[in-house]
């Protein structure tokens, strides 16, 4: 079991629809990344939260970091073709020093 | 600026061969880290080095061993190589120590794929 679990592991859109991915645990984490990775690449950091309820928004894209701080969800408004790949959640537990990762969304998004 | 480099892309090993990813960067951080990414898992934490000189387990640390050769480069060791760490092999650094928390950026490398037959 993974200490970062992220849903829906797969999905495909149309270009145009709205959609949120999800990173939930049983851990508090003192603060927690989204990252984006294409085929071929290392992963890019796209933002970081540390506040229980924070919301940051990037564009197009919207992260919440949940009150407790063991969740976090990424919404995505009108998506297109340039926002496929996976997106994986990344988190550090208060005591420890290393980043722990989640499984990753695969989106796919068609034109 | 190269940002994080890593060699080689891609590598065949039969079982039992033994071998060492590379990775440099030239952006001056202290913290460098080894990740592997298997399907389904995410990036698992290998080995990191907080700084120039020290090195320490990560989540999946066994049938490894890693060098911080100086402050540029962080290398993984492979000694006997088995069909369980076939994956793609990450590596990362960031400005800050791990226990700064995640305030500072991660940059990862393009990634060497490995597969053990």
């Known amino acids: 079991t993974q200490l970062l679990e992220q849903s829906p592991q797969f999905l495909s859109i149309q270009e145009g629809e709205n959609l949120t991915v999800y990173c939930n645990s ?7 990344q989204w990252y ?11 933002v970081t939260v540390v506040t229980g309820g924070e919301v940051k928004k990037l564009k197009r894209l919207t992260f919440q970091f949940g009150d407790a701080r063991k969740d976090s969800s990424l919404h995505i408004t009108a998506a297109q073709p340039g926002d496929t ?27 | 600026n190269a940002g994080v480099t890593q060699t080689p892309k891609f590598q065949v090993l039969k079982t039992g061969q033994s071998m060492t990813l590379q990775c440099a960067q030239d952006m001056n951080h ?20 907080a700084s120039e000189g020290t090195t ?17 480069e962080f ?31 991660q940059y990862f490398g393009p990634g ?3 597969l053990v037959l």
């Open chain 1, 85 to 111: 790949g996976l997106y994986l959640c990344a988190g550090k537990i208060n005591a420890g020093n290393m980043l722990t990762f989640g499984g990753g969304t695969r989106l796919m998004v068609k034109p």
């Open chain 2, 56 to 72: 320490d387990k990560g989540e999946v640390p066994n049938g490894y061993n890693v060098s911080r050769l100086n402050k540029r």
């Open chain 1, 26 to 32: 049983s851990s508090v984490f003192s603060s927690l």
């Open chain 2, 30 to 49: 202290n913290s460098m880290y080894w990740y592997r990414q298997d399907p389904g898992m995410g990036l698992r934490l290998i080995y990191y080095s």
């Open chain 1, 36 to 46: 984006r990775q294409e085929p071929g690449e290392g992963p890019v950091l796209l």
């Open chain 2, 112 to 114: 060497t794929r490995l």
């Open chain 2, 75 to 105: 290398s993984l060791r492979l000694e006997s190589a088995a069909p369980s760490q076939t994956s793609v092999y990450f590596c990362a650094s960031t400005e800050a120590v791990p226990w700064e928390g995640l305030r500072r950026t």
